[in-house]
Every structure is written in structure tokens, then in C-alpha cells.
T-cell receptor, first 116, second 112 residues
């Protein structure tokens, strides 16, 4: 099956700093990528949808100036958490839609962010 | 996207079939039924999806009722590694509207 990677797998940062998370589709091209957030014992919550070469679409309640998304190529999307605070600590997961097949979404392994 | 409802938890004996139900009574004609699972602290794993017909792959079978208001995911011979949270999602296939909205899922515990 298609492989999606995320980097880093975990990160600890200090409050007020920014953190960038990368999401790559390794063996397919992804015109659309999605970013999710998951708090402990909760389900995944969709944060935003990003299409290659255009601005991301954010879900209601997600601050676009705080969670910057860039999808500059068909295999790479990045999520930058700016001025991170402890409440931003969470498990961030990306997914990518295979452009060739049109529908299946494949998920990355997730990035555990801890803000101290 | 149509809302789905699943039991919060289920147990299954190792080696037996695990049958996970899902209700999606408001599903629209162009929405597919997707199943994903998430093992603790990992990203979700795609299992199977279908529109109207029953589907089978190397992981599981998907049985969709004729009225499409419910479906059942079948893991034919559950193993301990199948312990996970299973999510049933109704969504449009592909396109800009094909976001996967996750509910609470069913926590399947496979016991020896």
C-alpha cells in the first residue's frame, strides 16, 4: 500500500516557539493532504485540507494564523505550529489522497508534540 | 457527510470472526462507507471501503445492507494484533468534499 511519512515522530518545544511538521507521500502523488489533531482518549479531529499550490481550507475553530500549512509540491505538506502553548500539545496526523486512484486516503504515523 | 454510529467497545476471542456493526441511516447516494482502524499511538490504517456491493480484501470483508443504512466489517480470524479502535466513516469518494470525519469508533479487544 501507499506510504505516508511524517517528521519528526515526536518533538518537545518550549512555550512561545514554533514547530514545523512535515508530511510526505513516498510512493504516490497527493494533490490533497489533510491535517488532523488527536487529544488523548479522543478521536481524530480534522484541522485543515490542503491542495497542492493553493491555500489550505481550515475547519471551523482552527486558527489559520496559528497553524500554517504549506503544500508546495505533490509529495510534501508542512504544518507549522506558531507560538506554541501547552494546550497545543497533541498528536498531529496527516493524510494524503492518492491522485491516481482519486479516493483512498493514507495516513502518516503521526507526530507527538509536547509544549513545555 | 453522513453521521455514523458504532458501539463503543467489543470483545472477540482470538481466532474467531470479529463482526463490527455500523449504522449510517442518513447516508446519501454518493457516499461510500469507509473503514479505518487505529492501533494505539499510530496513524489510522485503511481497511476497506464500498458503495453498494459487498467487498472483500486481504484484511476484511464489508457487508452493506441493501438499503445502505448499515454495514458490518468482518475480520474473519481475529488476532491479538487486530486490537484497535475501528472507525466507520461515510464520505464522498475523492474530490474536494471527500474529507474523512472520524467519530468515536469501536474499541475492539481481541482476547486470547
Amino acid at each position: 500500500g501507499a506510504v505516508v511519512s511524517q517528521h519528526p515522530s515526536w518533538v518537545i518545544c518550549k512555550s512561545g516557539t514554533s514547530v514545523k511538521i512535515e508530511c510526505r507521500s513516498l510512493d504516490f502523488q497527493a494533490t490533497t493532504m489533510f491535517w488532523y489533531r488527536q487529544f488523548p482518549k479522543q478521536s481524530l479531529m480534522l484541522m485543515a485540507t490542503s491542495n497542492e499550490g493553493s491555500k489550505a481550507t481550515y475547519e471551523q475553530g482552527v486558527e489559520k494564523d496559528k497553524f500554517l500549512i504549506n503544500h508546495a509540491s505533490l509529495t510534501l505538506s508542512t504544518l507549522t505550529v506558531t507560538s506554541a502553548h501547552p494546550e497545543d500539545s497533541s498528536f498531529y496526523i496527516c493524510s494524503a489522497r492518492d491522485a491516481a486512484s482519486g479516493g483512498e486516503q493514507y495516513f502518516g504515523p503521526g507526530t507527538r508534540l509536547t509544549v513545555t | 457527510d453522513a453521521k455514523t454510529t458504532q458501539p463503543p467497545s467489543m470483545d472477540c476471542a482470538e481466532g474467531r470472526a470479529a463482526n463490527l456493526p455500523c449504522n449510517h441511516s442518513t447516508i446519501s447516494g454518493n457516499e461510500y462507507v469507509y473503514w479505518y482502524r487505529q492501533i494505539h499511538s499510530q496513524g489510522p490504517q485503511y481497511i476497506i471501503h464500498g458503495l453498494k456491493n459487498n467487498e472483500t480484501n486481504e484484511m476484511a470483508s464489508l457487508i452493506i445492507t441493501e438499503d445502505r443504512k448499515s454495514s458490518t466489517l468482518i475480520l474473519p480470524h481475529a488476532t491479538l494484533r487486530d486490537t484497535a479502535v475501528y472507525y466507520c466513516i461515510a464520505s464522498v469518494y475523492g474530490g474536494s468534499q471527500g474529507n474523512l470525519i472520524f467519530g468515536k469508533g469501536t474499541k475492539l479487544s481481541v482476547k486470547p
